[in-house]
């Protein structure tokens, strides 16, 4: 198919030059939800050589109205969420060789899986896990492109090592409890819109065009029409241990990871964040309630039922998922109610 | 008089798109207490701030007529 990237080859940016250097590059994407099926699917079709793609999680029906590489029979095979993608994608584009690993995305996989990378896109629904990217990132040099969306908003910003600022000059420490798409919602348009700016800034780094890529770190509102733009030119911390003059790679160590343990003989997982701010109880009570949970609690703890999912959340952070002796399974839950 | 903007989710918390606060000559994280105080948000702690559209970390100071934004990181995927 000689023609099949006319379109692309034609915009002057890119041209017959760019094609080839994209046909070479390696892009790594972490999480095939929302923004993984979408960045994955941009990607595919754009000619990348390679793509590798992984993700903990399966498919389920609530998945369907925005992630867009997978069916209703994908749904019905219970299939994982990067088992489906690689079927998909293979059929969007055979040239492109495609790696779907099906796991969890660790500090010591990300380490193994950054082998060879050009690029890393973020499509991940946590803070701790966009953390060991930025580390990880830093510590091999690797360009990676931030992006989340929830309700009508969604944000990005693109990490240059030596360069930009790095996420951890922005946050300096992981947040908790923001809204995820499993308790504020979500709608199809903010994630393609997340989506159009991870791949924007992708075809440029891909291509090489440095001078284009984004400085700015955007966010927008979909809903309510708001779109900002803001200058980061002064946001670069020389004291980070991320990506400052004398880098420690902090959450690429254990102690700033979450804690998972199988309780023996209990059907239940403990999840124990790291140095948590805490977690306001009787506003999680709330949203789980407006979801269909039935809650209990007192100021320490509360407690979730819904169907067969049951889990106990204590006022620090840490969680008991109750129903599953799956570690992948029980920090999905856990991540997907709070982030 | 300075002008602060909620966005993402501090807005429907706040229940305003904007309010006029005087803050010239507060640090960034004063101002975060104060309108967390204000306006009963609870999560100001890990937004992010920006002063003319430029980021501003928490130890800035605001000048008269600064605009000032609160911009929620967002974890959603
Ligand atoms: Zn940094």
New interface residues.
């Given amino acids: 198919m000689s023609t099949r990237y006319s379109r692309q080859t034609l915009f002057p940016p890119i041209g017959k030059e760019g094609q080839e250097k994209i046909s070479s590059k390696h892009v790594l994407i972490i999480g095939a939800g929302a923004l993984g099926s979408g960045n994955a699917e941009v990607m595919t079709r754009a000619g990348v050589g390679k793509l590798t793609i992984i993700d903990r999680d399966y498919v389920e029906a609530s998945n369907l109205q925005r992630q867009q590489l997978y069916t209703e029979q994908d749904v019905a095979d219970k299939l994982p969420k990067a088992a489906a993608a690689e079927k998909r994608l293979r059929t969007i584009n055979s040239d492109v060789e495609i790696v779907a690993l099906i796991g969890d995305a660790t500090p010591e996989k990300l380490a193994e899986l950054a082998e060879g990378v050009d690029l890393i896109l973020d499509s991940t629904d946590n803070f701790e896990t966009r953390m060991a990217i930025n580390d990880i990132a830093q510590k091999y040099k690797i360009p990676w492109i931030y992006g989340a969306c929830v309700a009508s908003f969604g944000m990005s910003f693109t990490v240059i090592p030596g360069v930009t600022p790095c996420l951890n000059c922005l946050l300096k420490t992981v947040p908790i409890q923001g809204l995820t798409c499993d308790t504020g919602g979500i709608i199809g348009p903010a994630v393609q819109m997340a989506i159009a700016h991870q791949t924007a800034e992708a075809l440029k780094i891909l291509v090489e065009d440095w001078e284009a890529v984004r400085a700015s770190f955007v966010s927008f509102d979909l809903w309510r029409n708001q779109y900002t733009s803001m200058k980061m030119g002064r946001a670069k911390d020389p004291g980070c241990l991320s990506c400052g003059e004398h880098p420690e790679y902090p959450y690429l160590s254990a102690e700033n990871m979450t804690k998972t343990t199988v309780l023996c003989g209990r059907d239940t997982v403990q999840i124990r964040p790291p140095h948590s701010e805490g977690v306001d109880l009787s506003d999680m009570a709330a949203r789980l309630k407006a979801l269909g949970y039935e809650v209990k609690g007192n100021p320490y703890l509360l407690s979730a039922e819904m169907d067969e999912n049951r889990f106990v959340l204590f006022q620090d952070g840490r969680a008991l998922i109750h129903g599953t002796k799956d570690l992948a399974q029980a920090k999905s839950i856990y991540n997907r109610l709070l982030g | 008089m300075n002008k602060v903007l909620f966005?993402?989710?501090l807005?429907d918390e706040a229940g305003v798109?904007s309010a006029e606060i005087e803050a010239a000559g507060k640090t960034v994280a004063q101002l975060k207490e104060i309108v967390a105080e204000t306006y009963k948000l609870?999560?100001l702690?890990?937004a992010?701030a920006?002063i003319n559209?430029?980021?501003?970390?928490n130890e800035e100071v605001i000048q008269e007529g600064d605009v000032i934004?609160f911009?929620?990181?967002?974890?959603?995927?």
């Fill in positions: 966005f993402a989710h807005r798109e609870g999560k702690d890990s992010m920006a559209e430029e980021f501003a970390p934004a911009i929620p990181p967002v974890s959603g995927g």
